[in-house]
């Protein structure tokens, strides 16, 4: 994960880079002389619904979103190094994003969420798009990491969280996100404000100042407004900044047991990944079949999740789930587990406690 | 501890001690606070009437079920399904309680839900208060249908979770005077 600080200033992230406003966004960001390095994070296929709505043609329907733009960017700048994560925001290594400026492009408050943890994590400046198809609305607000620095989430209230996306488990557990229905256009429009900030950011013509604000274009009335966001004393974010320190080891090498003595002073020893519970135990709620492992959450792939009787997703069990992981709780052996057994992987971030206070560490 | 532990640990404090006082105020439910004070975990345990369905297939009243709450650190920025965890009987017999896995569903649980109003939401779901009567839906496709036919028998138990109290004004009286 460590790539020169050169490199890095000239790295852009996006997140949801295959939808409505992300696939016009990359095909601008591939043309910056500022960029020369990209990574796409998109989890979904396209659809034939996509056609109408999205930058894409006939023949990618079906095909992984990073995949066909990953091929397009190369075909408008072969030199530019792209890296496709096809995964959810939630469930990517935090350190595989890391990147000279975040462009969100996504439809779920659920990985807006992740997407503000990240960056206010690692410090990286964002700018998050919307559109809304009915009310012709196109929008950017643009984050700058820090303490007293008003994060994505700062406006949230309880409305918001209460419209999240939900998994039940009495609908196989899945979660759903409302189309924008929003025209291709209105996409486009959002796009090319997210990347002309973007571009004037990594110029170096932007600077923390300007960011903290919102752009929104209404196409329908034609006016503009731009209001500035607050600092909300009360936010539910986390703004402190992860300052992990980087890990010559690579989860393979890496036991719990290890992890645990990294934790700074004595007394009993936790470790945890954050916005990740480790799960226990998985159930079927239609078969019943259960399946007892021990992973942090975003690390659970279908292979994890899904049933081996009925192929259904299966659920996490709450009384076999912990936020974190104390020596003393578990037994012996669990302490000999490597941590990629655990479901860590190269780039995730893993915090340890003890008497002396938390310490973040970011593993090779 | 930042500023978003505070919340939380005010939050847990909150609940622990509304839990408590409905437990209280309750005959029908006993709350267990799990682990260290303020608690993320609990046991909630309800003598409420419900149904349970035995290995001969009879349906039966029984008066003794266990629900898990377990409000991990992301509970109020984000409601998993694992918040609620069904802890028995497994022969349990309702169209939102899954016979085969510890899982209820007990309608969307929002971040930052109470306790007070989960325990309340189960109490609804045990005593057959609430019910889906739609089997696409359901955990328990059989009591589904059950639920559908025998629709006068609900609530199972009548009794409310939190103990009402009556003033009653008396006079005593020797019977001399008339009323």
Redesign the interface.
Known sequence: MTLPPEVLRRTVTVLGSGGNVGSHAVKHLARLQEVERLVLVDPDTYSQKNLRVQDIEARDVGRKKVEVQKRQVRRINPSMEVVALCAPVEQVPPAMLRSAVILACMDSR?AR?SANRITLGLRIPWIDSGVEGTGGLARISLYFPGLERPCGICAWD?RH??T?E??????D?EETTAPTGAPSSLGGLAASLQVLHAQRYLAGELGPEDFGREMVLDTLYRRLSAPAFRRN????????AWDAQLLQQTPEELTLGDALQLAPGNGRRSL?VD?S?F?GEL??????T?RRLLRH?ASLLPRHDRCPSCRRRM?????A?W?RLEDGEFPRRILRRRLSRLGLRPGDVFAVAASGGTRRYELS | MTRYEEIFHGFLQHQQEQGQKLADDSDLLELFPLGKSPAQRYIARYSCRGLIRTTEGEVQEADRFEVGIYFDREYLRRAAPHVLTWLGPREVFHPNISDRAPVACIGAIRPANPLVDLLYRVWEVITYRKKTTNEFDALNAVACQYARNHASRFPIDPRPLKRQTRYIQAQVSDGSARP
């Open positions: 659920q969420l309880e969280f209460a999240m939900q998994r039940y488990p009495c609908s557990g004393p009360d936010c539910l974010a986390e703004h402190e945890w916005a519970p799960i159930a079927c709620r239609h078969c019943g259960s959450e659920l996490p069990v709450g009384s789930t936020d």
